[in-house]
């Protein structure tokens, strides 16, 4: 089952769900429909909002998602032609990620299944990040690894099936996401500064800033890029801050971080003899990671999925693709989420 099989007609076990994502800063809801596919989706994103403060404002998050929830079920139900009749379930995020923002969701989540008499299953963000290749037209068969690179976590994750998570390694301090927004913001780029730093590391020069790529002396899949961020800011310290040095130092520390998470990605590919590599998550959406991953993968003959660049940064897409897939496979609710997916539900992002 699960992803949609083109043509076969509607049958019994197919459902259709509604998702909502509001972990952290940006308001997410879809409609996806195991026959059909994604039916719609809608996202308000709350960048505008946090911007004048550097970061995240949790308070102001919170209150944000309380305004835009409805509005965006409302659009997303009606762009999907679908209604409480025609809905299976209601899926949300219930961790990990701000606690008063999945507050928001859960809460406004679960009033809408027991209104509409219909399931709330609970998912856990993580696994919404890594199933997202399967929104995409040429999704990816089980077993795949998958290289989970967001915001607030970086791990290389075996996924034998939906719910069949194992954790073969993860940063040791702080998420691959997290060094890039911290550094953009020593580069003066406005948060979030992934995204930013890429594009300023497009037109800096290769070898001038050689930063060192943790942990690749070590075995293990672990990592660590907290001590790359402050090379970082070493490498910085007492220099005139022109766009020269500022795209070189954007190179150079993009540069580290990809071959720390392509080399470590090989490992894990050979080592475990997969066919396939799955990469998802905010910092998927970078272009040269992308490259690495897909050499990478052709050197050991397997096949790269990435989620279209949308879907790699937070969405409700992911959230109800995961809830129909729990749905499907007979669950009905989402509180034992955590000790499924083995992951530890309640850390922040
Ligand atoms: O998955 P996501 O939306 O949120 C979490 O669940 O954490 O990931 C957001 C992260 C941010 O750290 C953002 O800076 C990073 O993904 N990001 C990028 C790019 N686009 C987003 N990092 C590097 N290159 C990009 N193009
Ligand atoms: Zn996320």
Redo the contacts with the bound molecule.
């Keep these: 089952m699960g992803v949609p099989v083109k043509g076969k007609g509607r049958q019994e076990e197919d459902v259709r769900v509604i998702g909502i994502e509001s972990?952290?800063d940006e308001t997410a809801v879809a409609v996806f429909d195991t026959e059909r596919g994604l039916l719609s989706h809608r996202l308000h994103s709350q960048i505008a909002l946090h911007q004048a403060y550097g970061g995240v404002v949790p308070e102001l998050a919170s209150r944000d998602h309380i305004k835009r929830l409805l509005p965006l079920v409302r659009e997303a139900l009606s762009a999907a032609q679908s209604s409480r009749e025609t809905v299976d379930g209601v899926a949300y995020t219930a961790g990990p990620g701000l606690i008063g923002a999945l507050l928001v969701g859960a809460g406004f989540a679960r009033s809408l299944a027991y209104a509409w008499g219909k399931p709330a299953i609970g998912i856990h963000?993580l696994e919404g990040?890594l199933l997202a290749p399967l929104l995409e037209p040429e999704a990816p068969e089980f077993p795949f690894l998958a290289l989970l690179v967001?915001?607030?976590?970086t791990q290389l994750v075996d996924v034998a099936g939906v719910g069949e998570y194992r954790i073969l390694g993860q940063t040791l301090d702080d998420a691959a996401?997290?060094a890039?927004?911290k550094t953009a913001k020593m580069l003066g780029l406005p948060y979030?500064?992934?995204?930013a730093?890429?594009q300023l590391a497009e037109s800096g020069r290769p070898g001038r800033f050689n930063f060192p790529r943790p942990m690749l002396d070590r075995t293990g899949l672990d990592f660590s890029f907290s001590g790359l961020k402050t090379a970082a800011l070493v490498a910085l310290r007492g220099r005139v801050l022109d766009e020269e040095i500022r795209a070189d130092v954007a190179r150079g520390f993009q540069e580290a971080v990809v071959d720390t998470l392509a080399e470590k990605a090989r490992r894990a590919l050979v080592g475990g003899g997969y066919r396939r590599l799955v990469v998802a998550?905010?910092?998927g959406?970078?272009?040269r990671l992308r490259e690495r991953l897909g050499a990478i993968a052709r050197n050991a003959e397997a096949k790269v999925y990435f989620p279209r660049a949308e879907f790699?940064?937070?969405n409700g897409a992911m959230i109800a693709l995961a809830g129909a897939l729990r749905l499907v496979a007979g669950e009905r609710a989402g509180l034992a989420v955590d000790a499924r997916a083995n992951w530890e539900l309640g850390a922040t992002?």
């Design positions: 972990s952290c963000h990040h967001s915001g607030g976590h996401g997290e890039f927004d979030p500064g992934g995204a730093l890429a998550g905010g910092v959406a970078n272009m790699c940064t937070d992002q």
